[in-house]
């Protein structure tokens, strides 16, 4: 106890222990995280496709009138399609490329980068049906729970979820819209006519949630007991901010001022809220000086003596499901923050600390695959799974070694606020992984790698 109470006595004082490792190869994590995001692919796989044990799985993926549904990741150690949580995903990796592009071309990732996104933007543009429909999820998550195995041997049945404006939902559509959005600007030099076809579908896809206001999982019923959301006023302002972005018109930019908050002070930048990320954005692409000072108060409460409490090792834990994704959102936050002047170097300092907390600082890494005693044990069913011709199932789960596949860059969920953690596949929230836990983490190790 008093070896604890040391440690965070002096991350108090200094802010973090950071100082006493070696620096990391940020350009390894990056393409350690991309080749995640490779594994979580849902659909048909490309020739290029370089994790050996993934093949085609889900083929059978359709719309209530028969539309092609294949694609997108899946979500995190199971095989539903959350829509919600993967374009808050691509949103967040998306502007991680425009802002930190020189990380990812000195790393040699920028094309994997691109590829990356891609592929749930390829399946947005297919769940964009009609102008009044737009698929949000597929798969039904209590089902899909009971199984453990590999996602090219499932049979349960996959129902398609829907928002129309019968049963509408602004949150999903106002942030695959974003996503839209910003996948343009990061094709717009490589390959303009998808940069229009994904603007174009941005477009519509706000008009739609502007027009029918309501929360996406009151209409999909079956996400509200994983992807529960708070509310839309923060996806209708972030998603106009990036289409004014993208656009720079002025409609979209009175719009994300018709919802944003220049007061409001975000309690974190995850899947759900979206407050600092519209602030940000506002104030870095649009001159709305307004938003700075909630930008930096959300910063200085992620800070030691900030709202946010900290391990004693230094980790500024926000809540006990997926402390290193909060922690990591918020460096990547502080990073893009300190691109633009706003509290350059305290931001700097603050996301060094948290990212080389996950990366090894305590004498252990939270990205499979990477640096010292690494996690063996993800939460993930595809990765647990040995071989083929070999069988996969519960008893898996129940396996005490490493799973037999190493899911190279995922970012598991992380300890408790007393810095316990434990390496084992069964505790689905110190352990599992997930699409949305490491695209802000992607970023941050994009930014810390050129800033």
Request: with cysteine.
């Amino acid at each position: 106890m008093l070896i604890r109470f040391l440690c965070g006595f002096f991350i108090c004082l200094f802010g973090s222990t950071s100082g006493f490792h070696k620096d990391y190869d940020y350009g390894e994590v990056l393409g350690k995280s991309i080749l995640f995001y490779e594994a979580q692919r849902s659909g048909k796989l490309p020739s290029t496709n370089r994790i050996p044990w993934r093949e085609d799985s889900a083929l059978g993926d359709q719309g209530q009138n028969g539309e092609d549904l294949t694609g997108g990741w899946y979500d995190a150690g199971d095989f539903v399609k959350f829509g919600f949580p993967m374009a808050y995903s691509t949103t967040t990796l998306a502007w991680g490329i425009l802002e930190f592009r020189a990380a990812y071309e000195a790393a040699g990732q920028y094309e994997y980068a691109l590829d990356s996104i891609r592929w749930p933007l390829d399946y947005f543009i297919k769940c964009h049906v009609s102008d009044n429909e737009f698929y949000g999820q597929v798969g039904d998550g209590n089902i899909d729970h009971k199984y453990w195995g590999r996602p090219e041997e499932m049979t349960m049945e996959r129902p398609a979820f829907s928002v129309t404006p019968d049963a509408p939902g602004s949150d999903i559509t106002a942030e695959t819209a974003a996503a839209f959005a910003a996948g343009s600007l990061v094709f717009r030099e490589s390959d303009s006519v998808y940069a229009d076809t994904l603007l174009d579908h941005a477009k519509r896809l706000y008009t739609f949630a502007y027009d029918n206001q309501s929360i996406y999982s009151q209409s999909i019923s079956n996400a509200a007991d994983f992807y529960n959301s708070s509310g839309y006023d923060d996806e209708l302002a972030w998603g106009a901010a990036w289409l004014y972005r993208a656009t720079s018109e002025q409609h979209y930019l009175d719009r994300a001022l018709e919802f944003a908050s220049s007061s409001n002070v975000a309690w974190a930048y995850d899947w759900n809220e979206k407050t600092v990320g519209y602030q940000l954005l506002l104030f870095s692409t649009a001159g709305q000086t307004a938003f700075r000072y909630s930008v930096e108060s959300f910063i200085r409460d992620w800070m030691p003596r900030g709202s946010v409490i900290y391990t004693p090792l230094g980790l500024a834990w926000r809540a006990k499901w997926g402390p290193n994704r909060y922690a990591a959102n918020a460096a990547f936050i502080a990073l893009v923050a300190a691109k633009y002047d706003i509290m350059a170097t305290e931001a700097r300092d603050f996301a060094r600390t948290q990212i080389h907390y996950i990366l090894g600082d305590t004498g252990r890494s939270f990205v499979v695959g990477f640096g010292t005693n690494p996690p063996v044990q993800p939460h993930h069913s595809s990765s647990s799974c040995p071989d083929k011709p070999a069988e996969c199932d519960w008893d898996e789960f129940s396996n005490p070694g490493p799973n037999y596949q190493t899911l190279n860059g995922a970012l598991v969920g992380g300890p408790d606020q007393f810095d316990n953690y434990t390496d084992v596949r069964s505790d689905y929230i110190g352990n599992e992984v997930s699409c949305d836990y490491n695209a802000g983490f992607q970023g941050a190790v994009a930014g810390l790698a050129i800033l």
